[in-house]
């Protein structure tokens, strides 16, 4: 069931009609109307889970997963452009930002997790002769309540996909600004066979739906990616309800980040330079994973700030129409106004100067320029607090603090999501690995921290970014079951007393 598939393809709006060519303000076009749900909806998307469940929850492993599987094959051919597509004008991702997400990730993801399933349903325990022990893997009591990002297509299509496959049923909410793709991943599961009612889409405002279904005491589950916020609010609600529901729910949630580059005074500067400007800048910063802080030693940052400089100056932003361009608009006029906001802040502290970009323009879209920032204060609000977008912030520290730096990177932020180090030095980089240890759940030396791949380097960090329960593993997949132990014994015991127990023949029970 998907109570919002009443969506409709794009249609002009009266003023887009007066545009004189493609390249129009996207603020002039409606892709589609996306109807939203309220508490009725919700209601009736929680029974279709019910409903759907009963069957699904029984189907054999390999019937769930030739759906998925047979997702992926479509998507790798006849839904490949449109899905990207509908990334691009949705969320304004360039064509190779839209292609490794919407396209590489989703189909990746949809098959490495029924390689991650079955290798959780081959763990079986020991048996001791004239016993077989099993272990069976149940799917949760109830639905599980999957809530998506706008970034990501592949976290839209994991979410509430990854839980399914596992035998469950979802009541699912994308973001809002996500709408467009999530209706045509909704169309690529059911052409692949996924039954009505395993995965329900709902949209709507997150409060709206969001206290529905938590509030119902059929909730398994909590499969969450977003704001910290947020998650801190839903899982205060599920800890007021928690004697109302049938089972305690399994809550999984990737969060905020404010993910750091920190250099070694031996690091190449040249590297770092790149690690900062593909880490910072591809999709505009609103990765849960780009740069937003970095740490460089005083004997490189002068050549690391021209080359910033240089090299920032020249990033074409705009249209994701045109292939030339590296970054398009950010999402909305709520995250335009927090870059915005943020820039201005740097520009009147005393500290702290724009080194290059800084530029903002909504009049053809929410176009904010590649932003790095210089701070002189080592605890200066943007080190701190996530923004979202195309800006980063450095501070520059002694070349002979390595040690306190490190420190420094660990307390300086809230979060745990990840990080990069960049050094020469072997010794430098054991002593990061060991002093950042719980500083960033995906940890990367001498390279940028984006670009997690499916299967090499599953995905979560923890503090105040999440429950680091690693999507893109077998880590992920086994909170979205419920295991039960199976002992059958062959030839059963008939008399009550152990062998000790019998007495001797001569009635001394083995006493002289």
């Given amino acids: 069931m998907s109570p919002s598939r009443s969506t409709r393809p794009a249609r002009p709006s009266a003023s887009s009609s007066a545009c004189a060519s493609t390249r129009c303000s996207p603020r002039s076009h409606v892709l589609a109307d996306a109807h939203q749900g309220g508490q009725a909806e919700v209601e009736k998307a929680i029974r279709a889970a ?18 998925f599987l047979r997702a992926a094959e479509l998507l790798s051919g006849p839904w490949r452009a449109t899905l990207n597509a509908a990334t691009m004008l949705g969320q304004s991702k360039t064509a190779h930002q839209a292609e490794i997400d919407s396209a590489c990730e989703v189909i990746d993801f949809y098959r490495f997790n029924v390689e991650f399933m079955t290798r959780i349903y081959e763990e079986q325990p020991v048996s001791s002769q004239g016993v077989w022990n099993r272990m069976e893997y149940r799917p949760l009591e109830g ?35 996500a709408s467009y793709s999530a209706h045509f991943l909704m169309q690529l599961l059911e052409e692949a066979g996924l039954p009505p009612g395993v995965i329900n889409l709902v949209y709507g405002p997150g409060a709206t ?23 801190n609010s839903m ?20 969060t905020g980040g404010k993910d ?34 970095v740490y460089a030693p005083a004997n ?6 021209e080359r910033l400089a240089e090299e920032v100056g020249q990033i074409k932003v705009g249209d994701v129409a045109d292939f030339e361009n590296f970054m398009g608009a950010v999402i909305d006029a709520k995250s335009f106004q927090t870059q915005k906001e943020a820039i201005d802040e740097a520009r009147s502290h005393e500290e702290t100067e724009v080194l290059v970009g800084g530029g903002v323009s909504d009049d053809e879209g929410f176009f904010v320029e590649p932003t790095v920032i210089e701070t002189r204060d080592p605890d200066f609000r943007l080190l701190r607090d996530e923004l979202f977008g195309p800006v980063v912030t450095a501070y520059v520290y002694p070349e002979g603090k390595w040690s306190d730096t490190l420190e420094l990177v660990d307390r300086t932020a809230p979060y745990g999501l990840t990080g990069a180090v960049f050094a020469d ?34 995905f979560g960090g923890g503090r105040a970014s999440g429950t680091n329960d690693k999507a893109g593993s077998m880590w992920n997949l086994i909170r979205w079951v419920s295991p039960r132990t199976i002992k059958e014994t062959f030839v059963p015991p008939t008399d009550y007393r152990y062998p000790f127990m019998t007495p001797d023949r001569d009635g001394s029970g083995g006493r002289q």
């Fill in 209 to 231: 739906i969001g206290d529905v279904a938590l509030g119902s005491e059929h909730l398994a589950g909590v499969h969450f990616t977003g704001s910290t916020g947020v998650f």
């Fill in 235 to 254: 899982w205060k609600t599920i800890g007021s309800n928690v004697g109302h529901y049938r089972n305690y729910p399994r809550i999984v949630g990737e």
């Fill in 143 to 177: 639905f599980v309540f999957a809530v998506s990002p706008f970034n990501f297509t592949a976290i839209a299509a994991n979410l509430p996909a990854s839980v399914a496959l596992m035998g469950n049923t979802v009541v699912w909410k994308p973001a809002g600004t």
């Fill in 50 to 67: 019910a409903d759907a469940w009963e069957d699904w929850s029984r189907l054999p492993w390999e019937e769930r997963a030739a759906v």
């Fill in 260 to 293: 750091f580059i920190v250099a070694h005074p031996s690091a190449d500067v040249d590297a770092v330079a790149t690690a900062i400007v593909r880490g910072s800048f591809e999709y505009q910063g609103q990765k849960c994973s780009a740069a937003s802080r």
């Fill in 425 to 458: 030095d072997r010794e430098a980089l054991v002593e990061a690995q060991d002093a950042l240890r719980y500083a960033a759940g995906n940890f990367y030396v001498n390279d940028k921290p984006t670009g997690a791949v499916v299967g090499q380097q599953p």
């Fill in 300 to 305: 490189l940052w002068p050549e690391l700030r």
